[in-house]
């Protein structure tokens, strides 16, 4: 691989949560253990250079006033998509910066709904999700996903459709890729959610941040460009953060085609007064839709693959009673940690206080409505994850 997805970074003492905190209460790390970060969404892989490169070139210009974005960072926006997801007909004016994808959220339920009013979601739920439209004073009604006989998580289409009627829904989050569930959305499916959601008038916010972490096999399908009455009735929201490992810069966007969207969005996105664009973070993004970003993320996706693959064999042979649907895009897993929980006679903080102890530094899957269930972040060099995986082999699983 021309690019680095071996090395271990150290993280510590670079103001990286993934591995100054340890997210569930009461847990902490043996002597003798170091940290393996496996839950915030963030990668343990450095990024690619053109992205700092791009950030140091501004910087050295000692001036960092109110400025607007260049064409050449929207450009950058509408090449990317045409060249990755065959994006046509994407201009300057579909779009819109947001701060941050959930507020990009929020704003867009905000134009949509009144104070109170019922969202669909469909559950398991990014916890995101949960907090900022709870917050906000929605109401989420929950269709759950279910697993096919070949365990793939797949929408209930006649459960949303019912949901939407007896809640009187106009309002939906839909992720695409799927956190935690890791499914890359067929396009059948979107095009069946998107008739319901057309037949019964409701309007749609896409998540899909994790559009670019596609693993091998799939292809991610925009929900906007599956038909027309979904390019007019979606408002859908990106970022380089997830694909390039930037949250800590901050900065998102909006693609909105529909012109009374656009004003409304550009209204509501306003009222904070301060969701603007961050100088260096304009610079990482033309930096990161450079041609060595393409190549970046190819080598990327076929890492994370190659480490999906690896854990999800490591669990079907050697942790029985864990259960894992294997996904298809982003990089974390959901595991079901029903079965051996009952077997071993532990619960689930149990469980995950021992991999804490062994250093795997692992996430709570019950705020994502996983009842036995914990959330794995596998971006990190191999190295680590196998590392990971024999520790739980060791004490965990199989002490
Ligand atoms: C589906 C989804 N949406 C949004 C976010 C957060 O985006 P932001 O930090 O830009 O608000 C995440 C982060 O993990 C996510 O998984």
């Known amino acids: 691989m021309k690019y680095d997805f071996t090395s271990i970074m150290n993280r510590q003492g670079k103001d990286a949560i993934a591995v100054e905190n340890i997210p569930i209460p009461g847990a902490a790390v043996r002597e003798g253990f170091d ?22 070139e501004r910087a050295k210009h000692p001036a960092y006033g109110y400025f607007r974005p260049t064409d050449e960072y929207f450009n950058s926006i509408i090449k990317w998509h045409e060249i990755r997801n065959g994006v046509t007909g994407l201009t300057k004016e579909c779009i819109g910066y947001e701060n941050g994808v959930l507020g990009g959220v929020v704003s867009a339920l905000n134009i949509y709904c009144s104070k109170g009013d019922n969202v669909l979601l469909h559950s398991p739920t990014y916890i995101g999700f949960t907090n900022c439209i709870t917050n906000n004073g929605y109401r989420i009604v929950h269709s759950p996903l ?44 979107i095009e069946k959610a998107m008739e319901i959601y057309k037949k019964h008038d409701v309007f749609v916010v896409s998540d899909e941040i994790w559009s670019d972490i596609i693993l091998s096999g799939h292809k991610h399908i925009p929900t906007q460009s599956v038909s027309e009455d979904a390019r007019n009735r979606t408002v859908a929201i990106y970022a380089p953060s997830k694909t390039f490992n930037l949250a800590g810069l901050v900065g998102s966007y909006r693609i909105v085609y529909n012109k009374w969207l656009q004003d409304r969005m550009e209204k509501e996105s306003s009222l904070s007064h301060y969701d603007s664009l961050n100088v260096l973070s304009i610079h990482a993004l033309i930096g990161a839709y450079k041609p060595e970003g393409y190549e970046w993320v190819d080598e990327l996706r076929e890492t994370i693959t190659g480490n999906v693959n690896f854990a999800c064999d490591y669990i079907a042979k050697h942790f029985e009673g864990v259960e894992v649907s294997k996904p298809e895009g982003t990089y974390m897993l959901f595991l079901d940690c029903t079965k051996w ?6 619960t689930i903080d149990e469980l995950q206080k021992a991999g804490v102890a062994v250093g795997v530094i692992w996430q709570d899957g019950r705020p994502f409505h996983g009842p036995c269930h914990i959330r794995m972040n596998l971006a990190l060099p191999l190295s680590r994850v196998q590392e990971a995986f024999e520790r739980l082999d060791k004490y965990v699983f199989n002490a």
């Open 35 to 56: 940290k393996i970060p496996m839950w915030v969404a963030d990668m343990n892989f450095p990024t690619v250079p053109t992205i700092p490169e791009a950030i140091i």
């Open 341 to 346: 929980c009952e077997k071993h006679g532990k």
């Open 146 to 189: 279910v697993k096919d006989a070949d365990g793939v998580w797949r929408m209930d289409f006649e459960d949303m459709e019912k949901k939407i009627v007896e809640n009187k829904i106009h309002a939906t989050v839909f992720c695409s890729p799927h956190n935690p569930c890791g499914r890359v959305w067929e396009r059948w499916e």
